[in-house]
């Protein structure tokens, strides 16, 4: 019996994210976990009076607890950070529960140092009925948000697993300079179109040359005609949307647009990558 109450009072050993009374700090780390590919199975607010810490069922490294940075009651920071995250986890899908637990058990966990009992208190403490967390999103007026606005509570990040290397130093720099980083990627992507090209082959109609034409220099193996003419036409398509303008002007834009050109930009480097010289004996490769 006393073996079974230490081991109750032994620390949890789990996770724990964010700050005690920061807001940003807490919603940030929770933004973090699902921006990596985290799945949350499930959320568990833990509740003493108006403070709140999420207690979090994560596939891959099992409990994480977030400290008390929301809050609800009244109108300020910790009651809307609350309310988003929560806005947030409803738009991934996680299912979410709410209990009330001592104030202790919440001071215990800004410390990083729950035990085994309180991780056995917290699971098998009864839930919330009827759910009351969709009051907290009403009470700060976020209950009318669109989902897809919650998406935005996302940094702008740059997705590295996809990135061509041949333009790693450009993304590398591109939140600083967005606009020189993908100007510059348009025209290394000529020159190394050109290159593949023969000595005699003229400048004008680079990409018409590189992939378009029947006689083209460059093909994708097992794909069809039409498919062919398609991938050709994002070259020329997006030169003439995003690489011509931006080189006779500098072009200003909201970060989300410039990621996704600089994005497609990506794109065509994949492309040019994949595409091999047409051969002489199999014309339609």
Same mark, same amino acid.
């Given at each position: 019996?006393?073996?079974?109450?230490?081991?109750?009072?032994?620390?949890?050993?789990?996770?724990?994210?964010?700050?005690?009374?920061?807001?940003?700090?807490?919603?940030?780390?929770?933004?973090?976990?699902?921006?990596?590919? &985290?799945?949350?199975?499930? /959320?568990?607010?833990?509740?003493?009076? +108006?403070?709140?810490?999420?207690?979090?069922?994560?596939?891959?490294?099992?409990?994480?607890?977030?400290?008390?940075?929301?809050?609800?009651?009244?109108?300020?920071?910790?009651?809307?950070?609350?309310?988003?995250?929560?806005?947030?986890?409803?738009?991934?899908?996680?299912?979410?529960?709410?209990?009330?637990?001592?104030?202790?058990?919440?001071?215990?966990?800004?410390?990083?140092?729950?035990? /085994?009992?309180?991780?056995?208190?917290?699971?098998?403490?009864?839930?919330?009925?009827?759910?009351?967390?969709?009051?907290?999103?009403? &009470?700060?007026?976020? +209950?009318?948000?669109?989902?897809?606005? /919650?998406?935005?509570?996302?940094?702008?990040?740059?997705?590295?697993?996809?990135?061509?290397?041949?333009?790693? &130093?450009?993304?590398?720099?591109?939140?600083? @300079?967005?606009?020189?980083?993908?100007?510059?990627?348009?025209?290394?992507?000529?020159?190394?179109?050109?290159?593949?090209?023969?000595?005699?082959?003229?400048?004008?109609?680079?990409?018409?040359?590189?992939?378009?034409?029947?006689?083209? @220099?460059?093909?994708?193996?097992?794909?069809?005609?039409?498919?062919?003419?398609?991938?050709?036409?994002?070259?020329?398509?997006?030169?003439?949307?995003?690489?011509?303008?931006?080189? +006779?002007?500098?072009?200003?834009?909201?970060?989300?647009?410039?990621?996704?050109?600089?994005?497609?930009?990506? +794109?065509?480097?994949?492309?040019?990558?994949?595409?091999?010289?047409?051969?002489?004996?199999?014309?339609?490769?």
């Amino acid at each position: 019996s006393n073996s079974f109450l230490s081991g109750r009072n032994d620390l949890a050993g789990i996770q724990y994210l964010g700050s005690s009374g920061i807001s940003q700090s807490c919603f940030c780390a929770v933004k973090r976990l699902l921006q990596f590919g &985290d799945r949350i199975e499930h /959320v568990k607010i833990l509740t003493a009076e +108006h403070n709140h810490c999420l207690l979090l069922a994560v596939d891959s490294e099992g409990w994480m607890a977030v400290k008390s940075g929301f809050s609800s009651g009244y109108r300020g920071e910790g009651p809307t950070t609350f309310a988003e995250i929560l806005n947030l986890l409803k738009a991934f899908g996680v299912e979410i529960e709410e209990c009330d637990v001592p104030t202790d058990l919440i001071e215990r966990l800004d410390t990083s140092a729950l035990t /085994v009992g309180d991780l056995e208190r917290i699971q098998t403490a009864k839930n919330i009925r009827p759910r009351r967390w969709h009051e907290y999103i009403y &009470d700060a007026g976020l +209950h009318k948000v669109d989902p897809n606005a /919650v998406l935005r509570a996302f940094p702008h990040v740059m997705p590295w697993s996809i990135i061509d290397t041949r333009i790693a &130093d450009l993304a590398l720099r591109f939140f600083d @300079t967005p606009d020189d980083s993908i100007l510059t990627g348009f025209r290394r992507l000529e020159d190394i179109v050109r290159k593949r090209l023969p000595p005699d082959a003229p400048n004008t109609r680079l990409f018409a040359q590189a992939f378009q034409s029947e006689k083209s @220099t460059l093909v994708w193996k097992d794909v069809e005609s039409g498919e062919q003419t398609g991938r050709g036409q994002l070259f020329t398509g997006a030169y003439m949307a995003y690489r011509n303008p931006r080189a +006779h002007r500098e072009l200003q834009g909201d970060p989300n647009e410039l990621l996704a050109e600089f994005l497609l930009l990506n +794109h065509l480097y994949m492309l040019e990558k994949a595409a091999v010289l047409r051969s002489p004996e199999d014309p339609s490769c």
